[in-house]
C-alpha cells in the first residue's frame, strides 16, 4: 500500500496518528535547523517537517528533494504552531520519519503554482504539467461533475445514451468537414461529424423516443476563443414534442446544473425572446441581458432637421447609459474608435448629456434645439446624469455596431460580472438566411429545421419571411444550445432543398439515407445540443474553452504538446493512394 491518506484529507482530528503520504514536492523551505516541504496531490497540499535535531540523516535526505519529485513518506500528524487557514489541511503538519524519493523530476519548464510564470504556449507544450495546477485542475474537476449531473438528470428523464459514429458523411452544419482519407476504398473518405444530427434523427425513426450523447464534434473553422476544431455537445433528441416540451426539459437540465454544480436555484422560467425582438432591442441574437441598456429606434425623430449624417441613414438608434453623462471627452473619444473599428464598423458615434437641471446636451446640437433633444432624452427614459449613445447607416449593420457598442458599455460599467447568470430563450428563428456573396439562402440552423406551419406558404416565393421552430439557449451573451423541430414531412423537406438549391440528385446523394428513412414512418420530432465546453466556461466563470478541456488545442489549431497536425509516412500515403500537393 502506497498511502494511507491523500495530501488533502488530514485534520486535527489525525493528530497523534501515524500515517504514509505520496505525492510530488511542491516546494522546501530549509531554515537550517528545520525544513519544511508541501506535498501536493490532486486532492490537497500537506505540509511535512525535516527536523535536524530529532532526525539529521532524514533531514540532509529532504534536502536533496527538488520540485514535482515524487515521494512517499510516513510520519506522525502534529498540530501546526503557525496555523494556515487557507490550507484545508492548514491546522497539521506531518513529523517526518521516513522518506523514500519514489521519482526524481527535472526542473520544470514553469512554477507549478496558481499563479505560475509559464505564458500560454510554454504552459501548452507541457499540458500535464500545467494540469498539476490546482487551478486548472479545479476547471476540469467542474466539467466532470457538470457531466456526471447531465447524465443523471436526463437518466432520470428517460434519456437513453445512444453512441453514434464518427467515420461518417458529411454533416449539415454548415461549417468545413475535416475528412479522413480511407485505405480500403482508395480516392474515398469519411467526414468526422460536425455534430451527430443525422443519426440522432434516424434514432427517432427508431422509436428511442428520447436520446442524448455526451459527444465529441469536429468543425473546421478559424478558431476564437469560444471555438476548437473538436469541442464537446451534450446532443439531444426527442419523439412527439412540440417546441415547448423541447424548452421545457432543457430548462429543467440547465436549472439542474445551476443548482448542484453552482448551488445557484433558478425558481422563475427563463425569459423568453424573439429573435426579431433580440435583433432590434439588442442587435444580436444572442443578447447579454445581465443588463438591459435596450436600443431605442429615433429614426423617425431624428430625421429631417438638416444633420446629413442622419438624413442620409436608413436606421439611427441610441442607447441610454445610466449615470455616465461625466463621460470625459477623452473617453467619449475612446468610444469613437471602438465603433469605428473595423471589426465594428461604424462612420461615427452621436451623443447626448442629460445633465443634473434636465438640459440635454449633444455632440449634433447645431441641428437640435433642446426641446428636440429632451424628446429624444425622454423617448430613451434618460434621467439627469445618464449619456446618450447614437449610431446611424445601414439598418443591418448599425444595429449590430449598437449591440457592440451596448457590450462595451456593460463592460465599462461593470455590469457584465461572472458572478452573475441571466439566461435567456431566443426563438422564432428565421429560417433561412440570405448571403450577399453567394446570393443565395442557406438554412440557419440546418435543413432538417422545421418551417412554422403558418409561414410554409412563403418557402417559395418569399423564402426571407419564413420563421422556423428553432431556438437557442443564451446565457450572458454566448450562444450556449441550439436546436429545432424537425421536418418529419417528406413534402416540406424536399420543399427545403429546392430552396436551398439542391437538385433532386444532390439532395438524394447527400441525405438520401435520412429521406429514405422517412419513408417508413417518421415520428414527429427535435432537439438540441449544448456546447458542453462553453457551458463548462460560463460555469467556471471564464471566457476561454480552452482551460476547461484538458487537453485543448491553440488558436491555430495545432497541439503543442504531442506536435500534430505533423505528416505521415510515404507508405501510408502510398496506401491510401494520395499524393500531396503544394498548396500557395
Ligand atoms: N445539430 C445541431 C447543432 O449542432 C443541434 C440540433 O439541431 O439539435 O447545432
Not at 419523439?239 to 425558481?267: A, M, P
Not at 434636465?358 to 449619456?387: C, H, R, W
Not at 443565395?440 to 440552423?445: G, I, L, S, V
Request: aromatic share 10%.
Amino acid at each position: 500500500m502506497y498511502r494511507t491518506h491523500t495530501c488533502g484529507e488530514l485534520r486535527l482530528e489525525n493528530k497523534g496518528e501515524k500515517v504514509t503520504l505520496c505525492g510530488w514536492v511542491q516546494r522546501s523551505r530549509d531554515l537550517g535547523g528545520m525544513t519544511f516541504t508541501d506535498l501536493r496531490d490532486r486532492y490537497g497540499i500537506t505540509q511535512l517537517v525535516f527536523n535536524m535535531e530529532t532526525n539529521s540523516s532524514i533531514c540532509e535526505s529532504a534536502r536533496e528533494l527538488g520540485r514535482e519529485y515524487v515521494i512517499q513518506t510516513t510520519g506522525i500528524v502534529a498540530e501546526r504552531s503557525n496555523k494556515n487557514p487557507k490550507m484545508s489541511t492548514g491546522d497539521v503538519e506531518i513529523i517526518v520519519d521516513s522518506l523514500i524519493i519514489l521519482n526524481v523530476s527535472e526542473i520544470p519548464p514553469f512554477t507549478i503554482e496558481e499563479n505560475t510564470d509559464g505564458g500560454d504556449e510554454l504552459r501548452m507544450k507541457y499540458r500535464y504539467l500545467d494540469l498539476r495546477r490546482a487551478n486548472v485542475r479545479s476547471n476540469i474537476i467542474l466539467r466532470h461533475k457538470m457531466a456526471q449531473a447531465t447524465r443523471s438528470y436526463l437518466d432520470g428523464q428517460g434519456f437513453i445514451e445512444v453512441e453514434t459514429p464518427v467515420l461518417i458523411k458529411s454533416t449539415p452544419e454548415g461549417a468545413r468537414d475535416f475528412v479522413v482519407p480511407s485505405r480500403l476504398h482508395n480516392g474515398e473518405f469519411y467526414a468526422l461529424p460536425q455534430s451527430p444530427q443525422t443519426f440522432k434523427q434516424l434514432l427517432m425513426v427508431a422509436g428511442f423516443d428520447k436520446y442524448f450523447q455526451i459527444v465529441k464534434c469536429f468543425r473546421d473553422e478559424d478558431l476564437r476563443a469560444d471555438r476548437q476544431p473538436e469541442f464537446t455537445q451534450i446532443d439531444c433528441e426527442m419523439s412527439f414534442v412540440e417546441q415547448d416540451d423541447i424548452l421545457d426539459v432543457f430548462e429543467g437540465l440547465t436549472k439542474h446544473l445551476f443548482r448542484e454544480v453552482k448551488g445557484i436555484d433558478f425558481n422563475e422560467k427563463f425569459p423568453r425572446m424573439t429573435y426579431d425582438d433580440a435583433m432590434s432591442y439588442y442587435g444580436s441574437d444572442k443578447p447579454d441581458v445581465r443588463f438591459g441598456m435596450r436600443f431605442t429606434d429615433v429614426t423617425d425623430k431624428v430625421k429631417g432637421k438638416d444633420f446629413v449624417v442622419f438624413d442620409s441613414s436608413e436606421y439611427i438608434g441610441g442607447i441610454c447609459a445610466e449615470g455616465c453623462a461625466s463621460y470625459t471627452r477623452k473617453q467619449l473619444d475612446e468610444l469613437t474608435d471602438y465603433v469605428k473599428r473595423p471589426q465594428i464598423g461604424a462612420k461615427g458615434l452621436v451623443y447626448a448629456r442629460v445633465d443634473a437641471d434636465g438640459t440635454v446636451k449633444s455632440s449634433a446640437d447645431k441641428f437640435y434645439g433642446q426641446e428636440d433633444l429632451k424628446n429624444i432624452a425622454s423617448a430613451m427614459k434618460a434621467s439627469p446624469g445618464d449619456l446618450l449613445l447614437f449610431l446611424a447607416g445601414d439598418k443591418r449593420k448599425t444595429l449590430g455596431a449598437l449591440g457592440e457598442l451596448r457590450l462595451e458599455m456593460g463592460r465599462r460599467m461593470g455590469l457584465r460580472n461572472h458572478g452573475t447568470f441571466a439566461p435567456l430563450w431566443v426563438v422564432d428563428f428565421p429560417l433561412f438566411e440570405w448571403d450577399e456573396e453567394t446570393k443565395r439562402f442557406y438554412a440557419m440552423h440546418h435543413p432538417f429545421t422545421s418551417p412554422k406551419p403558418e409561414d410554409i406558404k412563403y418557402m417559395e416565393s418569399d423564402p426571407g419571411r419564413v420563421h422556423a421552430n428553432a431556438y437557442d439557449l443564451v446565457i450572458n451573451g454566448t450562444e450556449m444550445g441550439g436546436g429545432s423541430i424537425r421536418i418529419h414531412d417528406s413534402s416540406v423537406q424536399s420543399l427545403m432543398f429546392k430552396t436551398l438549391g439542391f437538385t433532386k440528385e444532390e439532395a438524394q446523394y447527400q441525405f438520401g439515407f435520412l429521406l429514405n428513412a422517412f419513408k417508413f414512418g417518421a415520428p414527429p420530432h427535435g432537439g438540441i445540443a449544448f456546447g458542453f465546453d462553453r457551458l463548462a466556461a460560463i460555469f467556471g466563470g471564464s471566457d476561454s474553452i480552452r482551460d476547461f478541456i484538458a487537453f485543448p488545442k491553440n488558436n491555430q489549431a495545432k497541439d503543442t504538446m504531442i506536435e500534430t497536425p505533423s505528416k505521415i509516412k510515404q507508405e501510408q500515403l502510398d496506401e491510401l493512394g494520395i499524393e500531396i500537393k503544394k498548396v500557395e
